[in-house]
């Protein structure tokens, strides 16, 4: 009786290129793996040491290390920010100059996208020029004759500065990313909304705006967080206390003989970026989907 060698199945047999080939894609994983974590920390430690220390208090700011727990997890940091601190006015202010503004570049931003890319018209791509222009002005140079045209306007000591900048800053941008989102729309839609006898401007509410509203979304949240983080306009037009924007009422968070009051500064801090950090999240994929919507041509 003669022994049979039985010869190993197939699947069993690795050749050399392929390990190496799994080997490498092995090595690609986990390294892309490892640089998403590491992001993931340096994203989520900053957030996770400013909600931390909006609990701690005074001592334990000037006393303890940087990293070190807060000895009592209360709200009182929080408490003061909103009474003594007057957060809730601040925000109240913010959102007072955002909404209008926010409301007027994506209005007129829109508008103007929608003329310079679907209507024809002569001159249409010098006016693009021109607002391109703006963009590359910077708001720092504006502010000085600004400040003296609201104050013999009388304008100064009211909202209106703060809605008339940031609607002028935030317009050349916004024209130039809405005229190139109207560029990938097909115009088979206008030509046949039309020949139903549509006016231009019925063609833009109708369909225009409408299939452009994921890149608005996207519009209107980079414009949303350039409005309400910024200092320098709103320090330059606020000569008034009661009409202080957060940013700038954050600079005002002093105690006793002047020093910083860290735990009602750092509470402060947490409630604007945990409120601008929410909203993101709601229209996380709306903005995804705005920023791909430009960038094929229909």
């Given at each position: 009786?003669?022994?049979?060698?039985?010869?190993?199945?197939?699947?069993?047999?690795?050749?050399?290129?392929?390990?190496?080939?799994?080997?490498?894609?092995?090595a690609r994983r986990l390294t892309?793996?490892?640089?998403?974590?590491?992001?993931?920390?340096?994203?989520?430690?900053?957030?996770?040491?400013?909600?931390?220390?909006?609990?701690?208090?005074?001592?334990?700011?000037?006393?303890?290390?940087?990293?070190?727990?807060?000895?009592?997890?209360?709200?009182?940091?929080?408490?003061?920010?909103?009474?003594?601190?007057?957060?809730?006015?601040?925000?109240?202010?913010?959102?007072?100059?955002?909404?209008?503004?926010?409301?007027?570049?994506?209005?007129?931003?829109?508008?103007?996208?929608?003329?310079?890319?679907?209507?024809?018209?002569?001159?249409?791509?010098?006016?693009?020029?021109?607002?391109?222009?703006?963009?590359?002005?910077?708001?720092?140079?504006?502010?000085?004759?600004?400040?003296?045209?609201?104050?013999?306007?009388?304008?100064?000591?009211?909202?209106?500065?703060?809605?008339?900048?940031?609607?002028?800053?935030?317009?050349?941008?916004?024209?130039?990313?809405?005229?190139?989102?109207?560029?990938?729309?097909?115009?088979?839609?206008?030509?046949?909304?039309?020949?139903?006898?549509?006016?231009?401007?019925?063609?833009?509410?109708?369909?225009?705006?409408?299939?452009?509203?994921?890149?608005?979304?996207?519009?209107?949240?980079?414009?949303?967080?350039?409005?309400?983080?910024?200092?320098?306009?709103?320090?330059?037009?606020?000569?008034?206390?009661?009409?202080?924007?957060?940013?700038?009422?954050?600079?005002?968070?002093?105690?006793?003989?002047?020093?910083?009051?860290?735990?009602?500064?750092?509470?402060?801090?947490?409630?604007?970026?945990?409120?601008?950090?929410?909203?993101?999240?709601?229209?996380?994929?709306?903005?995804?989907?705005?920023?791909?919507?430009?960038?094929?041509k229909g």
């Open positions: 009786m003669t022994d049979t060698m039985t010869a190993p199945p197939r699947e069993n047999l690795v050749s050399p290129r392929a390990a190496t080939v799994r080997g490498r894609a092995y892309r793996n490892l640089l998403v974590a590491l992001l993931v920390v340096v994203e989520v430690a900053p957030l996770l040491w400013l909600l931390l220390s909006s609990f701690k208090t005074q001592s334990e700011f000037v006393n303890d290390p940087a990293w070190s727990l807060p000895g009592k997890w209360d709200l009182h940091n929080y408490a003061d920010a909103w009474t003594s601190g007057h957060v809730g006015l601040y925000i109240r202010n913010s959102l007072l100059a955002t909404a209008p503004s926010l409301a007027l570049i994506i209005v007129l931003g829109t508008a103007a996208g929608f003329a310079l890319e679907v209507m024809i018209w002569r001159g249409r791509h010098q006016v693009l020029l021109v607002f391109l222009l703006g963009i590359m002005v910077p708001s720092q140079m504006i502010l000085l004759p600004l400040f003296r045209v609201y104050f013999q306007s009388g304008l100064s000591g009211t909202m209106w500065p703060l809605i008339i900048t940031y609607t002028a800053v935030g317009l050349p941008l916004t024209v130039f990313m809405m005229a190139t989102y109207f560029r990938a729309v097909p115009r088979e839609m206008f030509e046949a909304a039309t020949l139903d006898g549509a006016s231009m401007l019925t063609a833009f509410w109708r369909i225009g705006f409408p299939v452009v509203r994921n890149a608005v979304f996207t519009v209107a949240l980079v414009q949303f967080f350039f409005i309400w983080n910024d200092l320098l306009v709103s320090l330059t037009f606020t000569t008034d206390d009661s009409l202080r924007t957060i940013q700038v009422g954050l600079l005002n968070f002093t105690g006793q003989y002047g020093e910083t009051a860290y735990g009602p500064l750092f509470a402060a801090i947490s409630i604007n970026v945990v409120g601008a950090l929410v909203l993101y999240l709601l229209i996380n994929q709306r903005i995804i989907k705005g920023l791909t919507a430009g960038a094929v």
